[in-house]
């Protein structure tokens, strides 16, 4: 259908039926847009559920990324005081613990699920290496 065709299409009001047909062929092209956005279209057609996937298990290693440096902040901001509390400190080693196990854990999911287009996962595992885990090597091999 020629571009003034379908403009006139849409002016004159069609009926439920194809305005419901119309409302999921544009959904379908939103998400297979939101998709190669992702870069998850590199081997043909992406289902919804490898987008969802995706976005969740980025979101969660942000989330392990970010809690993992909060945690740091406060472990060093509890050995500069004059008082050291060791509960404290041994409460912050286990968060740090467990926000490490998830980074990795997500960061490395999304690579190998994702191996085609795993660029983003990449980078942000990259930076997690660089800035919490502290290791070099592995800073350099995923950037």
């Known amino acids: 259908m020629y571009l003034p065709d379908r403009q006139d299409a849409e002016r004159k009001e069609p009926p439920f039926d194809i305005r419901y047909s119309i409302f999921h062929v544009r959904k379908a092209l939103q998400e297979e847009t939101h998709a190669e956005a992702l870069g998850l279209r590199a081997f043909g057609p992406v289902k919804i559920l490898d987008v969802i996937q995706f976005e969740t298990k980025l979101e969660r ?4 990324h970010h ?3 909060l945690t740091m902040k406060y472990y060093y901001t509890q050995l500069r005081t004059d008082q050291l509390n ?3 400190l041994s409460a912050l080693a286990n968060l740090l613990s ?10 490395l999911s999304l690579i190998d699920r994702f191996a085609s ?3 983003i996962a990449m980078r942000l595992y990259a930076s997690y290496l660089g800035s919490v885990a502290i290791d070099i090597e592995g800073m350099e091999y995923y950037m």
């Open 61 to 64: 290693a942000k989330l392990a």
């Open 67 to 69: 809690g993992a440096l």
């Open 86 to 88: 060791v509960h404290s």
């Open 98 to 107: 467990k926000y490490d196990k998830e980074a990795k854990e997500n960061y």
């Open 117 to 119: 287009r795993a660029g």
